[in-house]
């Protein structure tokens, strides 16, 4: 299923959530161990970091799920679509830094195991998992490029230049080391996304897999 980036609408006390996360991911060091936002330190952590976020919410942060275990919603695979002035909203994704052109389009594929807690009345969604972002630069006449599928063969026949960059989503360790990664797409990138996020997922739930997990809010 495509979401085009106009779904992605968020208001009132949801949204001062969604911008105080985006920023605090925007000041973190990203490349290097993904989308991670530790909320284990509690208030101390999570105040400070989140100025804006009504009080009533912050208690919340601090029982967010701690554990893929705790995930129990299920796998989730979603794409989203962006193009010229959604670069703030990419940021809720973890890219930043982009600018667009007036032609250029975004397409963001993640693959997660999520779950959820009700607090506070509000229904609140947390995952991990990776993120791939696929940045198509052009693309000639009879290119098709609505679904990761399409964009694959478009790089295949030479229809289009894309290039790509993933991040992994409340999880780091070494065994990251295959999703953590950006260039130029190949017919492989989209496969080789899938298969290894889908080992990587499987590999969590082993008490020794020595991955260090903190799962992150989701918010549409």
């Not at 925007?26 to 490349?31: E, G, L, V």
């Not at 670069?87 to 993640?110: P, S, W």
Request: proline content about 4%; overall charge neutral.
């Amino acid at each position: 299923m495509m979401k085009k980036a106009a779904k992605i609408n968020l208001e009132g006390e949801m949204l001062k959530i969604a911008d105080s996360y985006s920023n605090v991911l925007k000041h973190t060091d990203i490349d290097n161990k993904g989308v991670f936002v530790d909320f284990d330190e509690g208030d101390n952590t999570i105040v400070p970091n989140f100025p804006d976020v009504p009080a009533k919410f912050i208690k919340c942060m601090s029982k967010a799920p701690k554990s893929i275990k705790d995930l129990k919603d299920g796998v989730i695979v979603e794409t989203y679509e962006f193009g010229k002035g959604d670069e703030e909203k990419l940021g809720l994704l973890g890219f930043f830094n982009l600018e667009f052109g007036e032609r250029e389009k975004v397409t963001v594929v993640e693959f997660l195991q999520h779950g959820s807690i009700y607090c506070e009345n509000n229904y609140l969604k947390y995952g991990v998992g990776c993120r791939l972002m696929m940045r198509i630069k052009s693309a000639k006449w009879g290119a098709k490029l609505n679904t990761p599928q399409q964009i694959t063969a478009s790089v295949i026949f030479d229809k289009a230049e894309v290039t790509f960059s993933m991040r992994t989503v409340g999880i780091t360790g070494p065994s990251i080391a295959n999703l953590n990664k950006a260039g130029t797409m190949s017919e492989n990138t989209y496969t080789n996304f899938m298969t290894e996020v889908s080992k990587l997922i499987v590999e969590m739930y082993k008490d020794d897999s020595g991955i260090i997990i903190k799962p992150q809010p989701l918010f549409f």
